[in-house]
């Protein structure tokens, strides 16, 4: 199956910096990427999402870029602020793979005031 | 409309008792998921049904049993408890077959935290 393999684990950035997550995937016929925030005690809820007919999708602060060839697939964070400190968990999933999401271990970002 | 709503959202089993985790979301969607989370491992899938009548094992399955009682409605079974099941239970839904065209958001219940002695 699909291995999801994301880092880094922890993040620390100041405020107005900027965040970078990275996740590769193991299998090439992957062609959907979405990306979770779950904030402490809350469930995992979706941010943005990638498909593989696209290199770079952007939403206001947040862009994810995917490079095919690599296999790996990036989420950006601009402007950083306090309310973005959450764990990020990106995925990968295939058409006619039963449905399976594969998530990645999760980047704990902490956003410093 | 309510989404995703699983029960009970706590917990607490001695180890070799059973308990059912109770999932129902209200969205029409067919497809529903349960994962576990457990620190530095992610999400992890244990058993999924792509539609009403169908339910296959994903990653980590073993100790679990699960049962589509209808579309709005998908269980999890721990027949006998082990402590290694101690974890944070998330249901999830999506509307179609994950990579067929329209939109593949997962939406997550709650969770059910599990503590097993």
């Known amino acids: 199956g699909e291995n999801v393999e994301q880092h880094p684990s922890t993040l620390s950035v100041q405020e107005g910096d900027s965040a970078v997550i990275k996740c590769t995937y193991s299998d090439s016929a992957s062609n959907y990427f979405p990306w979770y925030k779950q904030e402490l005690g809350k469930r995992p809820q979706l941010i943005i999402d990638?498909?593989?007919?696209?290199g770079e999708k952007k939403d206001q602060r947040i862009a994810v870029t995917l490079n095919k060839t690599a296999k790996h697939f990036s989420l950006h964070i601009t402007e950083t602020q306090p309310e973005d400190s959450a764990v990020y968990f990106c995925?990968?999933?295939?058409?006619?793979?039963?449905?399976?999401?594969?998530f990645g271990t999760g980047t704990s970002l902490t956003v410093i005031p | 409309n309510a989404g995703v709503t699983q029960t009970p959202k706590f917990q607490v089993l001695k180890t070799g008792q059973s308990m059912t985790l109770q999932c129902a979301q209200d969205?029409?969607?067919?497809?529903m998921y349960w994962y576990r989370q457990d620190p530095g491992m992610g999400l992890r899938l244990i058993y999924y049904?792509?539609?009403?009548?169908?339910?296959d094992k994903g990653e980590v399955p073993n100790g679990y049993n699960v049962s589509r009682l209808n579309k709005r409605e998908f269980s999890l079974r721990l027949e006998s408890a082990a402590p290694s099941q101690t974890s944070v239970y998330f249901c999830a839904s999506i509307p179609r077959l994950a990579g067929v065209g329209g939109a593949n958001v997962l939406t997550f219940g709650a969770g059910s935290r599990l503590t097993v002695l």
């Open positions: 969205m029409n969607h067919n497809s």
């Open positions: 995925a990968a999933t295939r058409k006619n793979t039963g449905n399976q999401f594969y």
């Open positions: 049904s792509a539609s009403e009548g169908t339910t």
């Open positions: 990638i498909r593989s007919n696209v």
